[in-house]
């Protein structure tokens, strides 16, 4: 399974974006899929996750409430809108494939290349 990411850019703080991750396979849609990000200088951290069917989500403390992510299957692509952005908030976005259909304790099988996001103060 290939991953597309796309949505990242340059906003203000306080602004929003909505990012996206297009898979190649419909077998995407079997499986649980997480947000990731990488700060420069920093570990990559997670982000948010949503199971096969979008019916179990879970988020990071850091963004909980500010950010949400979603799915449709019928295109292959699952969203993660960001509102209030912070300058903290900058880092490089990545999209993660588990094989599971929900969330596992196990880093994704399938990463996509990465989508950078920028929050100005």
């Known amino acids: 399974v290939q991953l597309q990411a796309s949505g990242g850019g340059l906003v203000q703080a306080g602004g929003s974006l909505r990012l996206s991750c297009v898979a190649s396979?419909?077998?995407?849609?079997?499986?649980?899929v997480g947000w990731f990000r990488q700060a420069p200088g920093k570990e990559r951290e997670f982000v948010a996750s949503?199971?096969?069917?979008?019916?179990?989500?879970t988020y990071a403390d850091s963004v909980l409430g500010r950010f949400t992510i979603s799915r449709d299957n019928a295109k292959n692509t699952v969203y993660l809108q960001m509102n209030s952005l912070k300058p903290e908030d900058t880092a490089v976005y990545y999209c993660?494939?588990?094989?599971?259909?929900?969330?596992?304790?196990?880093?994704?099988?399938?990463w996509g290349q990465g989508t950078l996001v920028t929050v100005s103060s």
């Open positions: 993660g494939s588990w094989l599971s259909s929900y969330r596992s304790s196990d880093s994704p099988r399938y």
């Open positions: 396979r419909r077998t995407f849609n079997n499986n649980a």
């Open positions: 949503i199971s096969w069917n979008g019916g179990a989500t």
